[in-house]
């Protein structure tokens, strides 16, 4: 992911420091920000030449060297106290003005920030993988962070070609919070043995128009980080139902079945692997599709009501960052906002679960008879 960002910061005209303490991360990372701009300058892809932008890029030896820095941004393993720690050294070495991000896909911003003697220049800066292909950025305000940085993020983010998207400070931000269902209410079909793997990704994509199913997304992503990212959205929402990972996540992480990385996860990617066949039936497709949709929508409509971020910034997050058909909440529109709250209700009803709940939005907009875009 450094290197994504360091690629993406070069090519928009930026000089980028890019340091690991790793020295065989860092080479591999030089190594891969050279192929990755040689092959798109070989498909006339790319604004200026390669070597144009590798020149712009520097690979330092020690943290020290980004005394001259403007902006760091921290891309390394999500644990906070390893987090707080690295800032503590970087503010160490940065000047007053130096604004210090962290790529973090669902810690804690105001946790961080509160390592840093000046935590009003700490934000969230988080990029999706991979960084220099995928369009939208999520720019997060902690409860300590100065507003004009914020909106000051935005113009530089969108000067490097990017789509900036402002969140609140709350776990998972804007899409790791409300893609939850997209894998757990997926997982949750298959453990009651209403369909299998195949058939629900094969509905989620013929049906629902989802560039991927669940579990092939799950796959790519890597079983291991889509458990880790679900348990501590879990974990900081205080145990709320609606975030609880699975067993079988747990166990597939625990059988190091990660997915692609690893050669199998919920589908085998060995040279004479076979899967199973899905079952096109049109009815149970509806079925899952409705189900994990009204799921969906329900989350985006509580990061609305919980003022997580705009309707607008929720629906262009969800279609830019991890490529969704249509905006929740313009699809919620769609459907019609009292079909979703029936669909919700129909299912607490079922399963006499918490994790069913409708957000009171949607109730609220029922009696009122409002749609999110009127």
């Given at each position: ?60 030896d ?5 005394k ?126 209403l ?43 205080f ?81 830019k ?9 313009a ?38 008879g ?5």
């Open positions: 992911m450094g290197s994504g960002i360091a690629q993406v910061a070069a090519t928009a005209g930026n000089k980028v420091i890019l340091f690991d303490s790793n020295t065989e991360v860092q080479d591999q990372a030089q190594e891969l920000i050279s192929k990755m701009l040689n092959k798109l300058e070989d498909k006339g892809r790319l604004e200026g030449s390669a070597e144009e932008i590798t020149k712009r890029i520097t690979y330092a020690d943290i020290a060297e980004f001259s820095c403007d902006l760091i941004i921290e891309a390394i393993v999500e644990n906070l106290q390893i987090k707080k720690n690295v800032f503590e050294e970087i503010e160490s070495v940065v000047s007053d003005t130096c604004i210090i991000a962290s790529n973090t896909s669902s810690l804690s911003i105001a946790s961080i920030a509160a390592a840093c003697k000046n935590p009003q220049r700490v934000m969230g800066i988080h990029f999706f993988n991979p960084a220099p292909l995928m369009p939208l950025v999520e720019i997060i305000s902690a409860v300590q962070t100065d507003p004009q940085l914020t909106a000051n993020m935005k113009k530089t983010i969108e000067s490097w070609g990017k789509v900036p998207v402002s969140a609140q400070d709350t776990p998972g931000f804007i899409v790791n919070r409300i893609a939850r269902p997209f894998y757990g209410e997926a997982i949750r079909i298959l453990e009651e043995d369909a299998n793997v195949p058939t629900i990704d094969w509905a989620m994509k013929e049906l629902g128009g989802f560039k991927m199913g669940p579990f092939e997304l799950m796959d790519f992503i890597g079983n291991d980080i889509n458990y880790e990212v679900t348990a501590t959205v879990f974990k900081e929402f145990f709320d139902p609606r975030y609880k990972p699975s067993f079988t996540q747990k166990r597939m992480v625990e059988a190091n079945r990660l997915g692609r990385k690893t050669g199998i996860g919920y589908y085998n990617y060995g040279e004479d692997a076979t899967n199973l066949d899905p079952d096109r039936n049109d009815g149970l497709g509806e079925y899952i599709v409705n189900r994990i949709v009204a799921m969906l929508i329900n989350e985006a409509a509580d990061a609305l009501y919980l003022h997580v971020a705009t309707k607008e910034d929720i629906d262009l997050a969800m279609t960052g991890v490529n969704y058909p249509k905006g929740l909440l699809w919620a529109d769609e459907i019609g906002i009292e079909t979703c709250l029936n669909n919700l209700e129909e299912l607490q009803a079922e399963y006499g679960e918490d994790r069913y709940r409708p957000c009171p939005l949607l109730r609220k907009m029922v009696k009122k409002s749609t999110f875009y009127e």
